[in-house]
């Protein structure tokens, strides 16, 4: 429970200090967002009026306290250049960011952790060899350069997904889930290569371990070793590895957003920042780190599940 809370506490910090630094880094980008919408030729008293109705006028101070006190509550303001209220435009985009990390995700995991065991098992062997060999190539290929050939070859000339855009959820979870499995494939390809990586080494490392050879001189099977003792200690290292693609497969996405036209937060984010959409920048950006900081938070509780002594 003292474990939690120090880390609640912790997550609440981050947070606050996240909100500040979030909020004038992004104040500071040139460019007036009144200017900006009413184009070169707009009149100074216009601009003045807009930029007072917008409440741009005021302190930094005054509109950043404004801002976090409204996100604290589920007001996250409206947006300069559509007049929305910003948690509509996060709702309507969400359906498609989430679904598509978690899926993304799933498949590096499924990808990874059988290459990740096969590789340790028979380290320096044909299949360790075969893993690492495709591995490296995984991290090499840039993803937006793997995303156009998935596109080139399984929409445009077998024609078996979409090239782009979503259906929406509305029209069925298969066509959805089939406009998503090109995006997820090129996310999750970079994501497996590395977390196989990680899984690899991390299993070497702890089947190396004094308690590791004691079991097998017991006459513990290395097949039983590797799945019944190594592979829960050799967690720790790979959990992290997870929830940071996580946090990066939903946080991160925006160029395979745009190469597949999803219509996703990361587009979300491009557009707004394309339009000096101060607010919904501000907005979005806090809500991902909001959700970085919350998987790193559910990673430290699995650490803690996994191995007692962490607690302390």
């Known amino acids: 429970m003292i474990f939690a809370l120090k880390r609640l506490v912790a997550l609440a910090v981050t947070l606050m200090v996240a909100s500040v630094l979030v909020f004038f880094v992004v104040e500071v980008v040139p460019g007036d967002p009144a200017a900006y919408m009413l184009g070169l030729n707009a009149a100074p008293d216009t601009v003045s ?61 499924v990808i990874a952790f059988p290459a990740g065991v096969l590789a340790a098992s028979h380290r320096r062997g044909v299949g360790d060899t075969a893993v690492m060999g495709f591995t490296q190539i995984g991290v090499a290929i840039p993803n937006f350069w793997f995303a156009m050939l998935l596109v080139l070859v399984f929409a445009i000339h077998w024609r078996w997904f979409p090239s782009g855009g979503f259906p929406g959820w509305s029209g069925g979870a298969f066509d959805a889930l089939k406009a998503l499995t090109l995006p997820a494939i090129a996310l999750a390809l970079p994501q497996a290569a590395i977390l196989a990586r990680v899984l690899r080494s991390s299993l070497l490392d702890t089947l190396g371990q004094d308690y590791i050879r004691t079991a097998r001189a017991k006459g513990l099977s290395p097949r039983a070793t590797l799945w019944k003792h190594a592979l ?74 996994i191995d007692p002594r962490l607690r302390r």
Do not use: K
């Open 49 to 109: 009026a807009l930029r007072s109705e917008l409440g741009l006028d005021r302190t930094g101070f005054a509109r950043w306290f404004e801002w976090i006190s409204g996100m604290l509550v589920g007001d996250f303001g409206v947006s300069y250049t559509y007049r929305t209220e910003i948690s509509t435009m996060v709702l309507d985009r969400v359906v498609v960011s989430l679904p598509l990390a978690i899926y993304a995700l799933l498949l590096a995991v």
């Open 232 to 305: 829960r200690n050799a967690m720790i290292p790979v959990l992290t590895i997870v929830g940071l693609q996580f946090s990066f497969l939903l946080a991160g996405a925006i160029i395979i957003e745009n190469v597949f036209y999803l219509p996703g937060l990361g587009r979300l984010i491009f557009q707004a920042i394309s339009s000096r959409d101060l607010v919904v920048v501000e907005s979005v950006v806090m809500l991902l780190v909001f959700a970085v900081v919350v998987v790193t938070f559910v990673v430290d509780l699995a650490y803690a599940w």
